[in-house]
């Protein structure tokens, strides 16, 4: 797969998944925008990363700073081909004791900050007559999970978000798809206890945990030619966590 040429936004890749996402698109050729909460950490990533990147600071859940984001990213490359949907937080707790604040910063960095990024890429890709939006949803998404009925929501949010922009982008070239990652070992999930992982381990098919490599493959895959017919699809990477 080459991306020569191309311009890839990943949200929230400072670190982790999104990290990983942009490493794989720069190595194969792309012009890659780290973005993420603070501008020492996108700068940073952003020079360690092997191939064109620059770092652009936005926090997705601010509506004029994804539209910089968009305004700075073509003015330094031109175009936008593909958006990664990857900023995401984790507050876990049972719903009864759940705070109102805790479901609203879920809701809002999730699922609000992927429509706003959307909606602004959208506008560059209709024009193009070409874009790959990639979604990054989870298992949990799919399944639900007891202690994140707020990550959950938001997960399964985007999936409902992944379908409609899919059936509103087709005919001007665009393909909107989601990734459902299971357990990967990053920042996230380092601070769940150990029971977690094993319960998570206990129950996937291929008994190990993945890792942030094991997304962008499949990222680059749907953002890829190779897959201009599928649009408004889920692909679970999760190790068989969802059909156990
Ligand atoms: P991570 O915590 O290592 O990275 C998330 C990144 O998002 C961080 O760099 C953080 O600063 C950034 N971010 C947070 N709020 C933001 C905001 N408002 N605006 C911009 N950036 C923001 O987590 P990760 O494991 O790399 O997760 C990446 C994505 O993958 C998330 O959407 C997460 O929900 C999803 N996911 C992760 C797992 C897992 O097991 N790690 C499983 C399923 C889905």
Same mark, same amino acid.
């Given at each position: 797969?080459?991306?020569?040429?191309?311009?890839?936004?990943?949200?929230?890749?400072?670190?982790?998944?999104? &990290?990983?996402? *942009?490493?794989?698109?720069?190595?194969?050729?792309?012009?890659?925008?780290?973005?993420?909460?603070?501008?020492?950490?996108?700068? @940073?990533?952003?020079?360690?990363?092997?191939?064109?990147?620059?770092?652009? =600071?936005?926090?997705?859940?601010?509506?004029?700073?994804?539209?910089?984001?968009?305004?700075?990213?073509?003015?330094? %490359?031109? /175009?936008?081909?593909?958006?990664?949907?990857?900023?995401?937080?984790?507050?876990?707790?049972?719903?009864?004791?759940?705070?109102? =604040?805790?479901?609203?910063?879920? !809701?809002?960095?999730?699922?609000?900050? *992927?429509?706003?990024?959307?909606?602004?890429?959208?506008?560059?890709?209709? =024009?193009?007559?070409?874009? /790959?939006?990639?979604?990054?949803?989870?298992?949990?998404? !799919?399944?639900?999970?007891?202690?994140?009925?707020?990550?959950?929501?938001?997960?399964?949010?985007?999936?409902?978000?992944?379908?409609?922009?899919?059936?509103?982008?087709?005919? /001007?070239?665009?393909?909107?798809?989601?990734?459902?990652?299971? %357990?990967?070992?990053?920042?996230?999930? @380092?601070?769940?206890?150990?029971?977690?992982? &094993?319960?998570?381990?206990?129950?996937?098919?291929?008994?190990?945990?993945?890792?942030?490599?094991?997304?962008?493959?499949?990222? !680059? %895959?749907?953002?890829?030619?190779?897959?201009?017919?599928?649009?408004? &699809?889920?692909?679970?990477?999760?190790?068989?966590?969802?059909?156990?």
């Amino acid at each position: 797969m080459d991306f020569t040429g191309k311009t890839v936004v990943v949200t929230g890749s400072a670190r982790g998944i999104g &990290q990983a996402i *942009a490493e794989r698109f720069a190595t194969r050729g792309a012009n890659v925008v780290i973005s993420d909460l603070t501008e020492e950490d996108v700068n @940073k990533t952003a020079s360690e990363i092997s191939g064109n990147a620059v770092g652009i =600071k936005a926090n997705v859940t601010s509506a004029s700073d994804i539209e910089q984001l968009f305004e700075k990213t073509t003015e330094k %490359f031109g /175009r936008v081909d593909v958006v990664v949907n990857n900023a995401g937080i984790t507050r876990d707790t049972l719903t009864i004791r759940m705070d109102e =604040k805790d479901w609203d910063m879920v !809701l809002d960095i999730n699922l609000k900050g *992927a429509f706003l990024v959307t909606k602004s890429a959208a506008r560059i890709m209709m =024009k193009q007559r070409y874009g /790959r939006i990639v979604n990054i949803s989870s298992v949990v998404g !799919l399944t639900g999970n007891a202690g994140q009925s707020n990550y959950a929501a938001s997960k399964a949010g985007l999936i409902g978000l992944t379908r409609s922009v899919a059936k509103e982008l087709a005919s /001007r070239g665009v393909t909107v798809n989601a990734v459902a990652p299971g %357990f990967i070992e990053t920042e996230m999930t @380092k601070t769940l206890p150990e029971a977690a992982r &094993q319960h998570f381990l206990e129950r996937a098919v291929i008994k190990r945990v993945g890792n942030p490599d094991d997304i962008a493959s499949a990222v !680059l %895959f749907l953002a890829s030619d190779e897959a201009s017919y599928i649009t408004g &699809q889920v692909l679970s990477v999760d190790g068989g966590l969802s059909i156990a």
